[in-house]
């Protein structure tokens, strides 16, 4: 008899899909404490658990327009250069607020980040600023607020990058109370 | 589905026929299929962002078959951080693969936002959300495309080794 068993082979056909997994990947994680560092340096300004967020209350100058130095930006790293900036989200009673200006130092200038003016936000953020290795900048605000001001709030975010195109950053979070 | 290299896997058919009267007739035969290992037709590779020392110490590494990816995550306690390009997913194949992407839920309330966004080029194609229930992204990948994943974990103030995560994982399935 002639064998047909190629032909009943070919009928005994898979049927449905294969699906292939991977994994899974099991990275381990570590926490590390963060390279550039928020450290209080106004009276009565102070920063989380981790020097990541910063608060800092003061009062606003009411005749010329002022300089005054909130927070330090330490830069804990020996050799790396970090980019900073200020991003602002979010803010309240600033009507009568004729200045406030929230800036980085990174050891040489000063640049403002974000601006307020005549009672608004006119820059929520600003450019990036070099950090230098080992370099303990400040955040500083320059106020002119009226007499008749009351309590305003800007809440920004402290972002620091690896570069000015954020292949990597963290934010922090601060608070500034003006009154 | 894998194949042990030069294994094969040999097929015994036993066939029966009736032939009418009362005697049955029946025959044998084996055939032999012999079995190979390919690569797997969507792959992980490790991006710029792999490389960043200060995010990833021991740094990460891939399996040969780019299927598995091992190191370690250095998180930073009381900031949000976010690394560009840390993997991207690549598919060799000539056809489209449907790809999905799958993690366990991280529960730790130390962790406030933890997630893996993917993008074609600078268009957003899904995150997947590791506080989600079920951390799941699946995805259509076009035949000789790579799409990068960007890294996104957001720890607590106060988050320490002691009160944190000491793993996460990452899991792929195509088809």
């Given at each position: 008899m002639r064998s047909t068993l190629s032909g009943i082979l070919l009928a005994l056909a898979l049927v449905g899909s294969i699906t292939l997994s991977h994994g899974p990947s099991t990275p381990t994680m570590t926490i590390s404490p963060v390279e550039v560092a928020l450290g209080p340096l106004l009276a009565g300004s102070s920063v989380g658990a981790n020097a990541t967020n910063g608060s800092v209350t003061f009062a606003g100058a009411t005749s010329l327009l002022t300089t005054t130095d909130l927070l330090y930006?330490?830069?804990?790293?020996?050799?790396?250069?970090?980019?900073?900036?200020?991003?602002?989200?979010?803010?309240?009673?600033?009507?009568?607020?004729?200045?406030?200006?929230?800036?980085?130092?990174?050891?040489?200038?000063?640049?403002?980040?974000?601006?307020?003016?005549?009672?608004?936000?006119?820059?929520?953020?600003g450019p990036y600023v070099p950090l230098p290795p080992g370099t303990t900048g400040k955040i500083y605000a320059s106020t002119l607020v009226s007499v008749v001001y009351g309590t305003g709030m800007i809440?920004?975010?402290?972002?620091?990058?690896?570069?000015?195109?954020?292949?990597?950053?963290?934010?922090?979070?601060?608070?500034?109370?003006?009154? | 589905m894998t194949f042990a290299r030069g294994a094969c896997v040999a097929a015994v058919v036993i066939i029966a026929a009736a032939t009418g009267v009362q005697a049955a007739i029946s025959w044998s035969t084996t055939s032999t299929i012999a079995t190979s290992v390919g690569a797997p037709p969507v792959q992980l590779e490790l991006g710029n962002g792999a490389n960043k020392t200060h995010y990833f110490s021991p740094p990460l590494t891939l399996s040969a078959n780019g299927t598995l990816v091992s190191g370690t995550l250095s998180a930073k306690a009381g900031a949000d951080a976010r690394v560009k390009e840390v993997l991207?997913?690549?598919?060799?194949?000539?056809?489209?693969?449907?790809?999905?992407?799958?993690?366990?839920?991280?529960?730790?309330?130390?962790?406030?936002?933890?997630?893996?966004?993917?993008?074609?080029?600078?268009?957003?194609?899904?995150?997947?959300?590791?506080?989600?229930?079920?951390?799941?992204?699946?995805?259509?990948?076009?035949p000789s495309t790579t799409?990068?994943?960007?890294?996104?974990?957001?720890?607590?103030?106060?988050?320490?080794?002691?009160?944190?995560?000491?793993?996460?994982d990452l899991s792929e399935r195509v088809g």
């Open positions: 930006l330490n830069n804990t790293n020996a050799s790396r250069t970090y980019y900073v900036k200020l991003m602002e989200y979010s803010s309240t009673g600033l009507a009568l607020a004729t200045t406030i200006n929230i800036g980085v130092n990174n050891g040489t200038a000063n640049t403002d980040q974000v601006l307020v003016s005549l009672g608004a936000v006119t820059q929520s953020s809440g920004f975010e402290v972002l620091v990058a690896d570069d000015a195109s954020e292949t990597a950053y963290y934010s922090m979070r601060s608070v500034v109370t003006v009154t | 991207k997913i690549a598919n060799r194949d000539v056809a489209t693969q449907n790809v999905t992407l799958t993690a366990t839920q991280v529960t730790n309330a130390n962790v406030e936002a933890f997630s893996w966004s993917l993008y074609n080029g600078s268009t957003l194609v899904g995150i997947l959300d590791l506080k989600s229930a079920t951390p799941s992204l699946a995805f259509a990948l076009p799409y990068r994943l960007d890294l996104r974990i957001d720890l607590a103030d106060g988050a320490g080794n002691t009160n944190s995560p000491a793993s996460f």
